[in-house]
Each structure stands twice: as structure tokens, then as C-alpha cells.
């Protein structure tokens, strides 16, 4: 939000910066050119005009005049500063941007399509409630560094009596993601980093069902077919340059699998995204096999936890969450290194690079304090750790990757739209910028 | 004994040269001289917001005499104010209760010029539902024209309660307001003009229609009988020009010549603000109207919109911290981060909404000194013990049955409510008194 009223700012200087050049020029041809003075268009106060008051002109004192030129770039910058806002808010743009925001039909969609995809935005389509019970959408998002996400899918809420508790979804998507980053697999994996090209042409259908408020569960039957190419960013060498194809399962044909998936999803946060106090958690299983070339099935199992402790007062809030991420291969089978566990990148080990490291299993844990400092604006401090692994005998304290940070926070009544941070670890530090919360 | 002479001269002379004689006091200070319209400016809470919490703070950084003058323990005194520490009457400030204790009906009744909308039809000529609150304008039967604004859904009498009551204690303080009426009428007494024109959600204007004057009124509060409360606020005659602005002077009003931030009376609005808990006093909640009157034309200052005054924050009743921190302290900010969050203001914790028409007022835990209004303010910033002590001599005139009549002029329905607002405006009062007052002054002006 606060980008989009930067730029609302900027505009609106611009535009009175325009009017008033406009004004003014239109004035001095009216008044011949001659410039408007301060006193009052009937002239100078007469003599005696201040006769009778309590004080004289010539008795108020004026600033100093350091004090005068120090703040002489106030008054100019202040002035098309205010009007330009002023003209701003008189024309309500900031609200009919958010109007146009939040469109049910048709609304713009801002921001990258994970670590290191670049910036970009695009448009979300819907028939919202006009053809209810179904609804039609889609999405079309395009980033700086040519990722792509286009989706498209129906929806339906078949049941009256359910409302909006049971619905029933399908979709097509398709994701180009050109310069995704590889450094190898398992905990130790080298420093040489390296991109590859992955494409996916995903189709769903499934249903989610809320029984209560707080509940939600869901099933689906998932395709994907992913195909993988030589990176695209010109900085590293492609993956396949680098690591022999036998040794990263999936490098060279990709993987088309077919995944019947369900998760349960529990949570009792409460307020917005920035919450204060309550717990948060979702569990998900899916049985993934090949359906074209390769040798490929595995189970897997995600865990994500969440929990929210207010420290003896609302400002002061202790947030934790545990990431599990499992991948169990079946038999003989392997898993398709895009499909393994990452770690790396702003929402898990955020002094990292992105997807910095890779296994079959991965468990993470990020600690954050967080404190408001006014109203608007928050402090934290944060540490994640955790490691990737590809069994059990691998998961050992040597493993254990740390990082840790601080930065800024700033939010509306109830939710966090930015925010700024560092984040260091013993190989790199990353600054972040990012639009809404972590967790 | 010609010692004893001695001492007595030397004494009187010392005490003549600190307090010098105060004859004839100036009560008027003509600043109504007839000058032609200054130019209007808009006024805004965007820049309201970086003025105060950004650029005033820079400019006092580098105000070098200012600063000195501080740490000395010797601000700049307000000008405008004559030898008994009084302000004169001026297009800012009429002295009312501080000077002349008003009746008790006359602070009930508020500013009035006349009894409020007449009649029993009222035609809508335009309609909002964009900004916090959504209201419309009405003419009346004598073609006079109000502003109608409403309570939230939640919150019966809880706006409308604080305007009136706010309005009215303005009023008799000194400053110029708007007329403010307490109406009730039912949907079947409005009718549409046909030329009346609608502001929607997005700030587009187009015709009104009566599908818009029934959204606007399912945003308000409705009673059980199905008509609504309201504030009627009669436009103010003259030719608006912005608000005024807490420091400087508007440079094309001959008429003003004192840096507003030096007007005692616009630094001791700090203080009637606290005990009224108007926190959103700022540039937009105060207008500059150019008047005729008289055959000539000058600008007369107002206060308008007390909305948010007293328990409300006008759509919702108000969040702990206001007057406790401005939206962006950064005083608070900068002790809060050095102790690593382990400061965090006792007043930020979640408080009770004991009444919904009166929302969070209290004099539990009311430090005047320390109260802070949304936004820092210039004039406020330079307020000296003086000002004050000006403000709440005032402020100490006046009577618990003048304080009980300005609460009993918002006719709210709940007595509890009504006499618990009571109490805590009359426990303000007298801690302003205690904190500003040294000495017997105001005990004796109130008896």
C-alpha cells in the first residue's frame, strides 16, 4: 500500500506542479506580467491600519536569519508538497485506488513470484458473484525477470444450505520460472550457484469445506507436468553445465506427476495479518507418482505451525513457526530435485540465498519479537534455523544453519503491509523489502 | 526608623518593578479591519500529518534562538496579550465564561442563531458516502442550509453526543464554532432536490438518487422507533478559505499579523483540547471564513468539527493511546526501541467501552502536560506556562452545573452514561486546575 501511495504522492505533485505553473502564467498575462505581491490586492495598509492593535508589525520578531536560510528548503518544498497532497486527497485518488484494488471483477495484482523472480504485477479476472453459484477467474502476472503465472478456473458453491462453506474448484495454471537457483543437494551442498529454467502446466480439481470458523479442510487430484531447461540468467552457469544429470534426479526430463493431496488447515489468530496472540497451523499429505518418463513417486508432508504470545502487553508479541517438510520416496523411486525441500529465501533461513539448499526433508523455525514502536510502525528482531536432510541419520546439530536480523515493520489498524529488514547469516546478508507480513 | 524607611522604598520599589500597573488592559484587538478576500487554501489531514510529524520537528531542530531560549528556561512569550495576561477579543477569540460567567442556559444552548432546522420536511441537496462518515446537506423550510452528520451503526449517540457537547464548551471558552443542532427526524421527512448531487464511495459526483439517501442512512445509527439522531450543523456565512494553520500568518490577510504560533489563544487551545480530548485538532478541523458584516470584510476564525472530541474517534469510539501519543511519536518510538520494546507505554493496553454513546473519556490516569493531540502542532510545541495558566484559569470558571448543563444539552439516553461523562469532565477540570494553578485564583472566580 504504501507504494501505491508513493506514487499517488509523486503524481500528485506533479499534477499541481502543472496547474500551478498554469495559474500563475494565466495571472501574470492578466496582470501584465507583473507578479502578485503580498499585500492585499487594495494595496498597502493604509497609514494607521495597525493603530488600534495590541501589537505593532514592527514588534514581532522575526526568525534569525540562519534560522530563515536552514529552513528556506522547507517553505520550498513544503508548499507544491501540500498542495500537491492536498490535491491528492481532495480527489480522493487514494481511495479510488483502493476501490480499483479491491474490485471484485478485475483488480491489479502486484508484486514478484518468489525470491529472486524480480518485480512485476499483472491482473486477477473474476465473474466474483454475478454468475453465482459459479464464479470464473483468472490470473495473468509477469515479473521484471520473465517469470510467469497464468491461471484459470471455475468455481462453484453447490449447496445453499453450505453457503460458502463447501466448494468445489478447478484450475489450469501454467508457471514459467527462468532463473530459479541451484547449489546442489544436502546439507552440505557446495557455493557454486547455479539456474535452470523450470516450467509447469499444473490442472486441479478438488473441494475445500469450512465446518467452523476456525476449520478448514480440503482434497484435491493434482497434475503437473514440469519440464527443465538451462537457466536463463546469464551470471551463473546453467545447472546442467555444472552437476552430471544422473546425479540430480529430474535435470533432464523434468517430471509430469499425478498427486491426490488433502490438508487441514486450524486457526485462531484473529485480527488481521499482524495477530497478537493465537495459534495457527495446517497439515498437508499428498501421494505423488510418474505418470510419464522417469522413475518417480514419493510421498510427502508438510507441517506449518504457528503460534502468537503477547509479552505482558499487546505491543510486545513473541511469534514462532515450524516448518516440516517431508519427502518419503516410494520403494525405489526418487523425487525430482524441484520437488524436494528448499531452504532459503524470505519466509525460512532469510539470511540466505534463495533456495540455497535442498534435500529430501528440510525442518525449519523462525523466532520473531516483535514490538510497536507508534501506531503505524513496528520493530523486530528475528533468528531462524534449520537444515535440510535426506534421512534421519543426517539431521544432527552439525547441520543446523542460523540467521538472524532486524528490521522495520509498518501496518494499518490490523495488518502489515511492508516491510524492511536485514537479515545475515555466516555467508551472505540480505536486504529485504517486502510488501505484507512473513508469518 | 529611617532604616526601617529605607527598606520599606526598597521593598516597594521591587515589588512595583515586578508587577507594573495594569490600569487600563486592552480587551479588543481590531483585527476586523475591511480588507479584500484572501485566497482560499485547501487543508488537509495528509499533510497534517508530515507537517507535524516530520517538518515542524526539523524546523524547531534548527530554530537555534528558540532552542536556547528553552534550555534558558525563558520561552517567547504569546503577543497578543495584555497586561493582565488576558487575550483581547479579536476575529480568533471572545472572552465568554473566563471573563463573565455565562448562565447555565446560555451554555447549554451553545451557539445559536437560531433553533436549528424548521419545520418538518427538509430537502436533501447533496449526499455523501465517501470519507469516515457518510452524511448529506438539507435545506430547511426558510431555505437555510445544514449539514446533517450521524452516529455510527454501534454507537448510538456517541459522534452526535461529542459534537454538542464539545461544540458548546468551545463556544463558551471563546472561540468561534458552527451552530450545531441535536435533531431526530424520520426517513419520510427528507425529500430529494431535483439538481441534488452525490459523492460516491470513489469521489465520483453525480445526480442523488433515493437509493443513495437510503445507503447513506443504513450507515447510521437508527433508533427503535426508526428515525434517527443526528447533528445538524448550519453552514457558516461567508466565503470559506482553508483552515488556519498552527504556525505563521496567512501572508495575503493584512488583518493577521501575529504568527499564529505565538496567539495565546491558539496555544492555549492545547489545553482546552486535553480536557475535551480533542485530539484530531489539526489544520483540517478548523476553517478561516471570509465575512462581510458591517460593510466591511474580514476573515473570522473557526473551530468546526468536534466529531471527534471527548470518548469518540467519530466512527468508532477511541483507541487507547489518543492523548497519550501523537500517531507518530517519535518520543515514545525512540524510547520504546532503545529499551528493546521492553518500554511499552501503560496505555496501550486494550480498554473497556463501559458506554457506547460516550466510547473511552476518562480522567483516570489524565496528565494535562503530558497529553498529546494526533498530530504535533507549532503553536502547541511553543505553549508556556503562561498560556497555560490562561487556559485553565478558563477552564477553572467553569461550574459543575455549567458542565452539567453542556452534558445534558447532548440529551443521551442512558443517564449512567450521561453521568459518568459528568464526573470525568469535572475531574479534568479540576486536575488542569491543580497542575497549571498555583494559588487560589480560579477557586475564588468559580465561587
Redesign the interface.
Known sequence: MILFRCFI?VFGIVIWSASVCAQEKERNTQKGGSAAG?????GR?PAG??D??????E??SK??M??RV??AP?GVI?RP???G?????????L??LV?ILNHPNIRPVFGNLGDGSGFGGGAYLSTADSLSPFKIFGLGHITSKRYLHGLAGVSVRPSPALGEKLELFTTAELRLRPEEDFWGMGPQSGTTRTNYDLQNRTVSAGLTYRPTTNWRTGTALVYDSASVFGGRDKRFPTTQSVFPVDTVPGLVEGAALLSPTAFVEYDRRGRGNAPIRGFYAMATIASNDSVGSGDYGFWSYTVDSRFYVPL?????VLAARTLLWFNDPKGGSQVPFFRMAQLGDSQTLRGYDSQRFRGNNAAAWNVE?????????G?F?FTDFGQVFDNRSEFNTDNFRVTYGGGLQFKSRESVFLRVYLAKSDESSRFFFTLGPTF | MFLRIAVMMIVVSIVAAAEPKCDNP?W????L?D??S?KE???????DF??GTF?LQ??QA????RTFRKIGGNPKEA????CEGGV?DSSWFTNRNGKQRMSVEKIRRGFRTDDGPSGTKFIVTRGKT?GITPGFWIRDEKGNQYIVKFDPPKNPELATGAEIIAGNLFYAIGYNVPQNTLIQFRPEQLSLDEGAKFTD???VKRKMVARDLEVILSKAAKKEDGSYRAIASKLLPGKPLGGFKFSGTR????ND???HE?RREVRGLRVFSAWLEHNDIRVGNSLDVYVEEGGRGFVRHYLIDFGSTLGSDTAFPN?P?VGH?????MR??AK??AT??IY??GW???KLVQYPGIGIYSAEDFDPRSWRQNFPLAAFENMTEADARWAAEIIASFTNEQIWAAVDAAEFSDRDASEYLKQQLIARRDIIERTYIKGPTSQTARK
Do not use: C
Open positions: 504522492f503580498t499585500e492585499n490586492s487594495k495598509p491600519f495597525y488600534d492593535r495590541i501589537v505593532k508589525p514588534q514581532i526568525r534569525p540562519i534560522a536552514i529552513v522547507f513544503g508538497m501540500e498542495k497532497l492536498n490535491y491528492v486527497e481532495e480527489s480522493r485518488a481511495d479510488r476501490i505482558l502487553s499487546d505491543g510486545r519479537y516483535r514490538t510497536d514502536l507508534t501506531g503505524f510502525v520493530a528482531a | 486592552v479588543f484587538d481590531n483585527d479591519k480588507i479584500q484572501p487554501w485547501g487543508s488537509g489531514y495528509y499533510y508530515l507537517e517538518f526539523t524546523r534548527f530554530d537555534f534562538p503577543y497578543n496579550v495584555n483581547p465517501a464511495d470513489r469521489g501572508k495575503d490577510d493584512p499579523i501575529i504568527p505565538h483507541v493511546i501519543e501523537h500517531q507518530m511519536d515514545v518510538a520504546v526501541l528493546g520494546g511499552q507505554p496501550r493496553k486494550p
